[in-house]
């Protein structure tokens, strides 16, 4: 038994079966369940390493669910592939990475924040379902298993941010908004699949981008997908859940999230690129695309500066950097009929993007585990209450100089070399959106100065005097983020070139995608 | 003979679905609102599936010599169904918690979280 | 809630008994006749709520434990993965019983049939193993909402 052809399915099975095993281990021991559910996706981690480091030497790979052999996509002779698949290429495990890094580092950060709280094997149940939802919607071929998947997680994130429900209301509240939101994105998204199926009998992703004539209902069903994906990526104006649900959420469960949104928003690419490509006209669904981005990125920083609480503040800036990701990949739709300026400053411009999903999952998930540290240490979230922090949490007080830095743009970390790339390849597409996105910039770091006077600068407060640093495993969890960012922001030249260019290379070139599934036919 | 009827029930349903979502204030009504619209999605997908004057897709005892309506469609409608009952058994004891916390369930008090 | 009069809970000691073998007849011919794990696990699901219905969630705490169901759910979806993961010899989720002669292994017939039970593999085991679950999880989810209805009450009334 071979199993280097089974890696694609083991990242997804292993913590599928931790999952259901954590309740059982419950009635044995409480301590193992979170010992139990790290281990897992340890194991995840290490298997994504490896699938990756497969992906990028030898080329995509693909699993067929049930089949005689793992690549076996046409059985004798059929003319589409019938089987549910899995079709891993560069931009999928680019995206399987950022997960697989976010749910482990959350899971450790768990085993110490969660001291105080009841119905913990639950939370660990419900941390490795949203695992596992996220995994199969980055790495599926099948449009609907995507939607399958689409509502594990779904589901899954909504009973963890309301988690805290049992004992205040406003959890409750947030939870409810998102549930709302999520299902109406699901049910879309599974109208729009009625569609293609009603039409071409597939539902392959492959198979359909093959034989795609772009007919009226085809629009109908990009009219559809398009918004609803933006919608649960949290992109302006159908950004009201995320500050809610982002700042009633257990902070490493925010942190989790953060990495689903990005889910969906690698969702909204692949349709994009990879099923409509040049049928559609690119130059039009790019331009929406673009608006989307510079109403994110404005409206959530002017939105984040006069916040009072400190995780609601980080979440309006989360929807504000999701507007660069859709400004630099909208720039590369944009220009894809258009050869030349493809190569000058269009796939810089997706460059740009697509880095950014991997910087902005790492440095706002730092700067929501300090968030989480504070809460966890001073019971409150008002900035106005807080103050003087810094001469008794000296490790948070770095991570979080680490995390504002990135976020604002500051070299030498990791947030200057993507929003670079993006604003020099916007600027030759059209100067105006690219003054827009330094301004944007520019507030970023105004309104992070402002948190960091407020929680840490200062005079010690009298009721903070036994606050001390955080556990060992937050601490931790904090130093690996710490050290991601500032390796990714001294050598971005590596990352570029090993991890983002094929991804990128992945999603405009749709022949690569078709011709893995269905054997080059 | 029944023609395009049942895409107009699906348009009613998710139609009714959207006004119920939008415009009622009792968090119940609400889901009752995704009910509608869920339910109007599988009607939908399971029409797409009919073949006209067809039967039902299973061999065992099958009357011999009729064509059969596809059955990939039913299994994607049951697919549905079952994550509709998970969203909606969760829904409602998020509205149950709500209760418990807000003491109504009128969205116009249930606004703790603004700005 | 409170308990029904007696004839509901005389009709109920007759026929939740019945509803539960139904349920279970449609689990285990799901690979021939309509049916399947989710559908018969809902129809034995509604049994339990009936018997909640009918007794009251006081009295019914009595003979509905949710520990119990919630350690069967648990070896319902247990069932459900290690299945999965048995025919990873070959593939995830491959049918090894099928056509093999041992368990559940006669070769199914391709067209119209009389039905064979002892066809279909893997499938007719994942069955059980869903209905299983389902049947549990109704258990759970009703009595949890009842227990969560009898503690708002308490909190209006005081």
Same mark, same amino acid.
């Given at each position: 038994m071979n199993l280097s052809n089974h890696v694609p399915i083991l990242i997804i099975a292993i913590p599928l079966l931790a999952a259901f095993l954590v309740p059982l281990i419950n009635r044995i021991s409480k301590k193992a369940t979170g010992i139990l559910s790290a281990l897992a996706l340890s194991v995840s981690l290490i298997l994504t390493i490896v699938l990756a480091v497969k992906i990028l030497t030898v080329g995509p790979q693909v699993y067929i669910f049930g089949a005689t052999s793992p690549s076996l996509a046409l059985p004798s002779g059929l003319k589409f592939p019938i089987r549910i698949m899995f079709e891993v290429d560069a931009m999928g495990i680019f995206m399987g990475l950022i997960t697989a890094v976010v749910s482990f580092l959350g899971a450790i950060y768990s085993l110490s924040f969660l001291k105080k709280y009841d119905g913990v094997d639950k939370y660990y149940s419900l941390l490795l379902l949203l695992t596992v939802g996220m995994f199969g919607m980055e790495f599926t071929g099948d449009i609907f298993n995507f939607f399958v998947f689409l509502e594990i997680a779904s589901i899954a994130s909504v009973a963890l941010i309301s988690f805290r429900g049992v004992d205040y209301g406003e959890p409750a509240e947030a939870g409810f908004k998102y549930m709302v939101v999520s299902s109406i994105s699901a049910l879309m998204v599974l109208f729009a699949v009625g569609i293609f199926y009603g039409q071409y009998d597939i539902l392959n992703l492959a198979a359909i981008a093959k034989v795609i004539k772009y007919s009226q209902l085809d629009k109908i069903a990009l009219g559809l997908l398009i918004p609803v994906l933006a919608m649960k990526a949290g992109a302006v104006p159908m950004h009201m859940w995320t500050p809610d649900a982002y700042s009633e959420a257990p902070a490493p469960i925010t942190m989790i999230l953060v990495a689903a949104s990005q889910a969906s928003l690698y969702a909204l690419f692949r349709i994009v690129f990879s099923l409509y490509n040049i049928t559609?006209?690119?130059?039009? @669904?790019?331009?929406?695309?673009?608006?989307?981005? #510079?109403?994110?990125? $404005?409206?959530?920083?002017?939105?984040?500066? @006069?916040? /009072?609480?400190?995780?609601?503040?980080?979440? =309006? %800036?989360? @929807?504000?950097?999701?507007? =660069?990701?859709?400004?630099?990949?909208?720039?590369?739709?944009?220009?894809?009929?258009?050869?030349?300026?493809?190569?000058? =400053?269009?796939?810089?411009?997706?460059?740009?993007?697509? &880095? %950014?999903?991997?910087? %902005?999952?790492? =440095? /706002?998930? #730092? #700067?929501?585990?300090?968030?989480?540290?504070? $809460? &966890?240490?001073?019971?409150?979230?008002?900035?106005? /209450?807080?103050?003087?922090?810094? %001469?008794?949490? /000296?490790?948070?007080?770095?991570? $979080?100089?680490i995390g504002a830095a990135a976020i604002a743009g500051l070299p030498p970390f990791n947030g200057f070399a993507s929003k670079l790339l993006i604003y020099e390849s916007v600027y030759r597409f059209n100067p105006l959106l690219s003054i827009i996105a330094m301004v944007v910039s520019i507030l970023t770091l105004a309104s992070f100065v402002k948190v960091f006077h407020s929680a840490f600068l200062g005079p010690k407060l009298p009721q903070f005097k036994e606050v001390k640093e955080v556990p060992r495993s937050m601490v931790f969890a904090m130093a690996v983020l710490s050290c991601i960012i500032i390796f990714f922001g001294l050598f971005p030249d590596l990352i570029v070139k090993n991890l983002v260019h094929p991804a990128v290379m992945s999603l405009i070139e749709q022949l690569q995608y078709t011709g893995t599934a269905l054997g080059g036919m | 003979m029944i023609g395009n009827l049942p895409y107009v029930a699906v348009v009613i349903f998710i139609g009714l679905g959207i006004y119920t979502l939008m415009f009622k204030k009792n968090l119940i009504k609400i889901t009752i609102g995704i009910v509608l619209i869920e339910n109007g999605v599988n009607l939908f997908l399971i029409t797409l599936g009919y073949r006209k004057g067809a039967i039902a897709p299973i061999y065992t005892q099958a009357p011999?010599?009729?064509?059969?309506?596809?059955? *990939?469609?039913?299994?994607? *409608?049951?697919?549905?169904?079952?994550?509709?009952? !998970?969203?909606?058994?969760?829904?409602?004891?998020? !509205?149950?918690?709500?209760?418990?916390?807000?003491?109504?369930?009128? *969205?116009?008090e249930v606004r703790r979280l603004r700005g | 809630m409170k308990e029904m009069s007696r004839i509901v809970k005389t009709v109920t000691n007759f026929v939740y008994g019945f509803i539960i073998i139904f349920g279970l007849y449609i689990i285990a011919h799901g690979h021939l006749t309509p049916g399947g794990g989710f559908q018969g696990g809902a129809v034995a699901g509604s049994a339990f709520a009936l018997l909640l219905v009918s007794y009251g969630s006081l009295n019914s705490n009595k003979f509905l434990k949710k520990d119990i169901f919630s350690l069967f759910e648990n070896f319902g979806l247990v069932l459900f993965i290690v299945l999965g993961f048995s025919g990873l010899g070959i593939t995830f989720f491959y049918n090894f019983l099928a056509n093999s002669g041992s368990w559940f292994g006669n070769a199914a017939f391709i067209g119209i049939n009389p039905g064979d039970m002892n066809t279909g593999g893997v499938i007719p085991l994942m069955n059980i193993a869903v209905g299983l679950e389902v049947l549990s999880a109704f258990g759970v989810i009703v009595l949890t909402m009842a227990s969560g209805a009898e503690f708002t009450k308490k909190k209006e009334k005081s």
């Open positions: 559609m006209n690119t130059l039009t @669904v790019g331009w929406i695309i673009i608006i989307f981005g #510079l109403l994110s990125m $404005f409206i959530g920083v002017t939105m984040a500066i @006069v916040q /009072k609480d400190i995780k609601r503040l980080m979440a =309006y %800036h989360a @929807v504000s950097q999701t507007g =660069y990701m859709l400004l630099g990949v909208g720039v590369g739709l944009a220009v894809l009929a258009n050869p030349i300026a493809l190569q000058n =400053y269009g796939i810089t411009a997706m460059e740009g993007g697509i &880095f %950014h999903i991997m910087n %902005h999952a790492m =440095y /706002k998930g #730092l #700067l929501f585990l300090t968030a989480g540290a504070l $809460f &966890f240490r001073t019971g409150t979230r008002d900035l106005n /209450k807080m103050g003087g922090l810094a %001469h008794s949490m /000296k490790y948070t007080t770095i991570f $979080f100089i | 011999s010599g009729q064509a059969m309506v596809l059955p *990939t469609p039913q299994a994607l *409608t049951l697919t549905s169904i079952v994550i509709g009952i !998970a969203t909606t058994a969760l829904i409602l004891s998020i !509205a149950m918690m709500i209760y418990k916390h807000y003491g109504t369930l009128d *969205t116009d | -």
